[in-house]
């Protein structure tokens, strides 16, 4: 009997010790999901290559920080760029030099190709180590590797591309800000979730 209950407690043990691995293979499975009028795009996460910056970008985006700004800068060949709060209010001359007060050391690994989600930054006069914007950050829509090792890469489009097509397509005014708001939610979510039809 003894033997028994010896037996079930450590299956008991290997169960929950299993399913603990499973929690946290799920929690680290993470993905951005940028909602948008024209459809959802859903980003995987460089943790292991951009631990801070991605930390601070799943950071905000659980705050809600993102949410109601919008893809104030939309260049055609090149890239869309947002997640500046000042592109909340109406004033669009504002646009493009806000942030939450703070930068990121910079990550540079990866390079510029389509799809890839990068940080932006201010220029080298100004910021010679390269450090990242704390809040904004640009999607290439095409490959850009005139940027490689200039801007930290922490993350890459798996769906959505067209959405982001759509957007650098908007009619946009001479400092390429889209005439009508893109605006923007942004959530966390399991990568199997994320991409559930």
Known sequence: MRHLTQTALIVVALVF??????????ETDQVAVIHTQFGKIV??????????????????AKE????GTTFHR?????????????SKD??????????????????????????????????DQVNPQKKSSGSQFFINVKDNSFLN????????????MDVAD???AVERD????????????VSISSRGEALAK
């Open 64 to 67: 809600g920080f993102y949410d």
């Open 90 to 123: 109406d004033d669009r001359s504002n646009d493009g030099v806000g942030g939450p007060g703070y930068e990121i050391d910079a990550e540079i690994k990866h390079n510029h190709k389509r799809g890839t989600i990068a940080t932006a930054r201010k220029g």
């Open 149 to 160: 090792g200039g801007y930290t890469v922490f993350g890459e489009v798996i769906e959505g």
């Open 74 to 86: 939309v260049i055609p060949n090149f890239m869309i760029q947002g997640g500046d709060p000042n």
């Open 17 to 26: 010790s299993l399913k603990g691995s499973f929690l946290m293979a799920a």
């Open 174 to 185: 001479p400092r390429d800000n889209p005439f009508e708001k893109v605006e923007m939610k």
């Open 43 to 60: 980003v995987d996460l460089y943790e292991d290559d951009a631990p801070k910056t991605t930390a601070n970008f799943i950071k905000l």
């Open 166 to 168: 759509k957007i650098v």
